[in-house]
Structures are given as C-alpha cells and as structure tokens.
C-alpha cells in the first residue's frame, strides 16, 4: 500500500536526485570541457601562427608581435623546421625594408623642411606690392642729380627678375621675326643665356669694383639696381625690333638707354667717395649697359636684316626657281655679317 508506493516514490526521489546528480557531474564534464575547447583557442592563437605568417605587414611593424613571432616558432619547430626558418628570414627582410623606407622618409621630409627653411630666406626679397614695382619701374629712367648723401636703393628682386624675363622674351620675338640662325643649343637658350648672363655677370663684376672702390653697395642691391636698369633696354628693343628704322633705334639707344643708364650712374655716384673711383665704377657701368644694347640690337636683329636686303637684290629671281640654294647662300652671307659685326665690335 503506502509503503510500497512510498518506496518506489523515494527510489524515484533517489533515483532522481542521482540522476541530477549524474547530470550535474555530466554538465560539470561539459563545462570542463568547454573550458578545454577554450583553452584549445587560446593556445590556437598564440601559439598556431598560420594567420600570422600572412601577415607580415603586422611582424614588421609592431616589435611586440617580432617577438611573440620568435616565441611561437621556437615552439612549433619540430613542425616544420624549414618553413618556420623562412618565416625566421623574411622577419629579418622585413625589418631592413621598415627601417629603410623609415630613413628615406626621414630624409626626404628634413630636405623638405630646409628647403622651406631656404624659401623664408628669400621671402622679403620678393615681398614686394606692384604698385611699389611700377613706382620703381617710372623711378628707374628717371635720374636724380644728389649726391650729398647716398641714394637709396631697393633690396628687391622681384622686378629685376620679371624684367630679365621680359627681355628674354623680347629677345626670342625678335631672334624669330627675323629668322636668327643658331648654330649650337637654341633660341630659348642662347636667349636665356645672355639675359642672366649679363644681368648676373655685370652685376658681380660691378660690385667688385665697388669693393675696390669703397661704394657703400650691398649685392642684393647691385642686382636690383642693374635689373630695373634693364627696363630701357626692354622699351627700346620691344619698339625697334616690330620697327625698323635705324634712325629710330638711335634716338631710342641714347634716350632711353641712355636715361636708364644716367640713372644708375647717379645712384652710383652718390654711395661712392672719390672722383677716381666714381669715374671708374660709373665709367665701367655706363659703357658694359650701352653695349649690351648695341650687342642685343646688332647680334640677333640687324644681321639677319642685311641677309633679307641681299636676297631681295638683282640676285633674287634665279634662286625663286631652285628653292634650295637659298639656305646655302643665307649661311655664307651670315658668316661674312657675323665675321664684319665681330671686326667692327
């Protein structure tokens, strides 16, 4: 009756708390093992590096994962000895490579930074605004009688530059107006040449005999001087190269060359003591300034003109029929001008 139905009921009872008991044992082997399975993933991680080897932008970078690296093929080597010992190599290779392009890196950015530095040097010598630079552009073929005390000068190189650039292009429109034949390197840079050859040769060598002379004259300023200097010489060679009159070119060379001239002259004379030393600096200037005008007209306008004149002589309709003759004798003719030209300078 109620004992035996008890007892089955206790057996159930015990039965079930050994059954949860059983169960409780079986989850607690469950839970250990999956803190087993988690260990495996951890161990996976650190130690089974077949990610890794993929990515070695990571080994390169970051010194903590080289080491972990290290660690892990010291480990596995009994795996596979070869392959870890390449991944030993291209560690080392990557290294060189990050350290490599780190040096290059820091290289290009320090020249970078002194370059910079190189161009703030500069800057107060082109700060300039160009309502001062056309001031000084008037000023420059206006001369000024004072000699008292010492004129002053602008320590700019912005107009002088942009003048010398003109000039060169003045220069190249006339050299192919007229068909000016180089013999060696180009118009471009015959052009070039000449104009920042001169500008830059005559001023060091003007400003050398300032030091000889004891002028009170800077480098900077004997660059400036000379360059605004040029503007005669732009308006002179801009109007006589589109006209060609001789007579015109002339009254042009003696007014305003010779204004641009008398104003440097005047600049110069009022820094330097002494009339040896005025006549010498000033004599030197004045005639190197002229010349170059003459030199710039003559060289590269009037002797290609004296080619055009004797091919437009008696002698002109036998060469319309052969076309080809016509450089042959355009070259002699231009060796006889040059070789007159070269006589008479």
């Not at 079986?26 to 803190?35: A, L, M």
């Not at 290779?93 to 002194?114: T, Y």
């Not at 000024?144 to 107009?159: D, H, R, T």
């Not at 030393?277 to 004296?306: P, S």
Request: with cysteine.
């Amino acid at each position: 009756g109620p004992g035996t139905m008890s007892a089955p009921g206790a057996a159930a009872a015990g039965g079930g708390r050994s059954g949860a008991a059983e169960w409780g044992g079986f989850e607690d082997n469950v839970q250990g093992g999956g803190s087993a399975v988690i260990d495996m993933e951890n161990m996976d991680d650190t130690s089974g590096s077949s990610f890794e080897d993929m990515g070695e932008m990571h080994q390169r970078m970051k010194e903590e994962e080289e080491e972990e690296a290290e660690g892990e093929a010291g480990a596995a080597e009994e795996e596979d000895g070869e392959f870890l010992g390449m991944k030993g190599l291209r560690g080392q290779l990557g290294r060189q490579v990050a350290d490599q392009m780190w040096q290059v890196g820091k290289r290009q950015a320090s020249r970078a930074f002194s370059l910079y530095a190189n161009i703030d040097i500069l800057r107060p010598y082109f700060d300039v605004e160009p309502v001062q630079v056309r001031a000084r552009l008037l000023e420059s073929m206006i001369p000024v009688k004072m000699i008292n005390f010492p004129q002053k000068i602008a320590g700019e190189l912005y107009g002088p530059l942009m003048l010398v650039f003109t000039l060169v292009a003045i220069l190249l429109h006339g050299m192919k107006t007229s068909d000016t034949i180089i013999r060696e390197g180009t118009l471009m840079g015959t052009a070039i040449g000449t104009c920042f050859g001169y500008w830059l040769g005559v001023s060091s060598f003007i400003y050398f005999l300032a030091y000889l002379c004891n002028a009170q004259i800077t480098m900077v300023q004997m660059l400036s001087l000379l360059g605004y200097g040029l503007f005669g010489h732009c308006i002179t060679l801009f109007v006589t190269y589109n006209i060609h009159f001789h007579s015109l070119f002339y009254v042009f060379w003696l007014g305003v060359g010779g204004l641009s001239t008398l104003r440097m002259v005047a600049v110069l004379v009022s820094r330097t003591v002494g009339h040896t030393q005025r006549l010498i600096l000033c004599g030197t200037l004045a005639a190197l300034h002229m010349l170059f005008l003459l030199y710039l007209h003559f060289a590269y306008h009037k002797v290609v003109e004296g080619i055009l004149d004797t091919l437009e002589g008696p002698n002109m309709p036998p060469f319309q029929r052969v076309a080809r003759d016509i450089p042959v004798v355009s070259n002699a003719v231009l060796n006889t001008t040059t070789k007159a030209v070269a006589l008479t300078l």
